[in-house]
């Protein structure tokens, strides 16, 4: 007789997912942006997507296509994105990859214009979407955080995670060619410790990342 095919391992599960940077208005027509270019993210996405999650990915300005089987909700601010976030939960697990700008600008509102005096931007704190969900009364049982550092990678992700209260922080460098880039090499930090993958291509790595979750939400980690 033939077996019945084993349910995909994350079946039932609703997994949210954060990707891409975002956009923060200095006037109608310009923004302050980041080098994110959204592929690691929408990479995760699709891993849990395979492997039978119900993916929420809610994305920033972003030139890329939605995964099969995921569910997109496309953001513009930082401020967008967390209200996108708070309305997607519940959830199993959270995966926040996206860049988040750390400041908005008290944006003009009309265009800016040459001829006026020297334009100042005043910048406020965005909210923090990673810490906000960690700490929520909706808290998923998993909250993944992602860390992109330019030096002392590690000690920073470590403080980071314990900061933020997440579950686990994905650090990687940044300070070579891994934004907007095909490869990542990337430490895992948990409450176990600290491992480093080798650089690997971001599909390779959003597959290890969605085993593992598996293994997480399954309780074999
Ligand atoms: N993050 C977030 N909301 C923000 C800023 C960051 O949810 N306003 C999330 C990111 O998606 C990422 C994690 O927090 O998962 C770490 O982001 P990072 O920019 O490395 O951390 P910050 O606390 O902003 O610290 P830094 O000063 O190094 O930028
Ligand atoms: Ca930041």
Redesign the pocket.
């Known amino acids: 007789a033939m077996l019945a095919p084993a349910a995909p391992r994350l079946a039932g599960r609703h997994i949210l997912v954060?990707a891409g940077p975002t956009h923060e208005p200095i006037d109608p027509v310009r923004y302050l942006a980041n080098r994110s270019s959204g592929r690691q993210g929408f990479a995760i996405a699709e891993s849990l997507a395979r492997l039978g999650a119900r993916v929420t990915l809610v994305a920033g300005p972003v030139a890329l296509p939605t995964p099969p089987g995921v569910d997109r909700i496309d953001v513009e601010t930082?401020r967008e994105m967390?209200a996108a976030v708070v309305a997607a939960l519940p959830a199993d697990a959270a995966v926040?990859?996206?860049?988040?700008?750390?400041w908005h600008v008290a944006a003009a509102p009309q265009k800016m214009k040459k001829g006026d005096a020297l334009p100042v931007l005043t910048l406020a704190e965005?909210?923090?979407?990673?810490?906000g969900v960690a700490r929520g009364a909706d808290r998923p049982r998993l909250v993944v955080?992602?860390?992109?550092?330019t030096e002392r990678v590690v000690e920073?992700a470590v403080a980071?995670r314990l900061?933020?209260q997440?579950d686990w922080?994905v650090a990687n460098d940044v300070s070579g060619d891994v934004m907007g880039g095909a490869a990542n090499a990337v430490h895992l930090i948990t409450a176990d410790g600290v491992e480093t993958w080798d650089r690997l291509p971001k599909a390779v790595v959003a597959d290890r990342l969605a085993e593992r979750i598996a293994d997480a939400l399954s309780g074999a980690a």
């Open positions: 954060t930082a967390a926040m990859v996206a860049a988040v700008a750390d965005n909210p923090d979407i990673l810490a955080g992602f860390a992109a550092e920073h980071k900061r933020k997440a922080i």
